[in-house]
């Protein structure tokens, strides 16, 4: 019996019905390989891989994987917004107010969505966006020195 190889990059994107091109795998690469990026992050990396590609190209790239649910877009209150390769599962962020760092956090719930709201106002509710605010570590022992 022989492992299952996880589909390439350019597999994933056709299997999404996206048009396969180097800045696409290079962006979604980027994404993937960085932590919570912003869009000029993801444009820098992106031109490191493939060379010049235009602001504009990497949100019309940016706005298709996500749309694809290839990639996730945070857009934490105060922040520009944030793109990640973590999909599919149910988890969270938690946010330093003093340096901006992003990391994850999982759902203690589990399935979405997490919260109930007191009023559905008639929406089928299926997502709960979760952010945590607070002071990272290294900021912590920062600001108490």
Do not use: K
């Not at 504009?56 to 706005?63: M, P, S, W």
């Not at 922040?79 to 330093?96: I, K």
């Amino acid at each position: 019996m022989t492992a299952s190889q996880p589909p390439t990059t350019a597999a994933e994107l056709r299997g999404a019905g996206l048009r396969v091109t180097a800045a696409r795998v290079a962006l979604l690469e980027t994404v993937r390989h960085g932590d919570h990026l912003d869009v000029e992050a993801i444009a820098s990396g992106v031109r490191e891989r493939v060379g010049h590609i235009s602001l504009q190209a990497v949100y019309d790239a940016l706005h298709a994987l996500t749309t694809a649910g290839l990639i996730r877009r945070i857009e934490p209150a105060g922040s520009p917004a944030r793109f990640e390769g973590r999909v599919g599962d149910n988890h969270h962020h938690v946010l330093c107010r003093s340096c901006g760092a992003v990391a994850d956090v999982d759902c203690a719930v589990g399935d979405a969505p997490c919260l109930t709201a007191s009023e559905d106002h008639g929406f089928a509710i299926d997502e709960a966006e979760v952010i945590y605010w607070g002071v990272c570590p290294a900021c912590s022992t920062v600001s108490s020195s």
